[in-house]
């Protein structure tokens, strides 16, 4: 059974750029989530999804970052314009209500120069 | 509110020396308590968990019991290998199963 997928697994991009990471949830699984991970602040929740709806988005650090998720298999975690303080790896992870267990996808290692 | 709170690391062991990774919780209610590993480069895998007070999780020789007395869920195993050099989280989900509270992570490096 396939897990969270997501892409790309690694992008180095300049300041300013814009800067889209990709998540397929596990089939089935109706909550997800984008976590970011950093040395300095550790493992932190951004905003999660039940059915398609955002559902708390109080992590979201600041304007330039948005997320989406138009349909059951498929999140986007957008960055517009990046800074360099941006850099750390973003997970996406789901899980089944009830389940109550988080699934991780392998991560996406963003690099802002 | 709910919150964890786990030992600052990191940890460095000999092979076959014996782990414990301590874990306390915050929360209102019961709880499922959960340990999640992170190999260097990879995502968090769920290593075990525990649904109710007194329930004992294990995998891979990693066991933790759910302790309800005294808010606690460490990880323990008995004879460590230098695979298991990771890092490993402490994590609690609320009553509905939609809101995941983890620990800070706690650094073990097995040198052989």
């Known amino acids: 059974d396939a897990g969270v997928i997501q892409s790309p697994r690694h992008e180095v991009t300049e300041m300013g750029q814009e800067v889209t990471l990709r998540c397929k949830p596990i089939?089935?699984?109706?909550?997800l989530f984008w976590y970011r991970q950093t040395m300095m602040r550790g493992l932190e929740l951004l905003i999660y999804?039940?059915?398609?709806?955002?559902?708390?988005d109080s992590g979201m650090p600041e304007d330039r970052f948005s997320a989406k998720m138009p349909n059951a298999s498929f999140s986007t975690l957008k960055i517009q314009p990046s800074e360099p303080r941006d850099s750390a790896v973003y997970f996406c992870?789901?899980?089944?209500?009830?389940?109550?267990?988080?699934?991780f996808g392998e991560g996406s290692w963003l690099t802002v120069v | 509110g709910n919150s964890v709170t786990q030992m600052e690391g990191p940890v460095t062991l000999s092979e076959e020396a014996f782990l414990t990774i301590n874990c306390t919780y915050t929360?209102?209610?019961?709880?499922?308590l959960f340990w999640y590993v992170q190999y260097p480069g990879e995502g968090l895998q769920l290593l075990l968990k525990?649904?109710?007070?007194?329930d004992k999780g294990s995998n891979k020789g990693f066991e933790a019991t759910y302790r309800k007395e005294t808010t606690s869920f460490h990880l323990e195993k008995g004879s460590v290998q230098v695979s298991d050099s990771a890092v490993y989280f402490c994590?609690?989900?609320?009553?509905?199963?939609?809101?995941?509270?983890f620990g800070t992570g706690t650094s073990l490096t097995v040198i052989p």
């Open positions: 992870a789901s899980s089944l209500a009830g389940g109550n267990t988080i699934y």
């Open positions: 089939s089935g699984h109706d909550y």
């Open positions: 525990a649904t109710k007070a007194d």
């Open positions: 999804f039940n059915n398609n709806v955002p559902i708390d």
């Open positions: 929360a209102t209610g019961y709880p499922s």
């Open positions: 994590a609690l989900s609320s009553l509905t199963g939609n809101q995941f509270y």
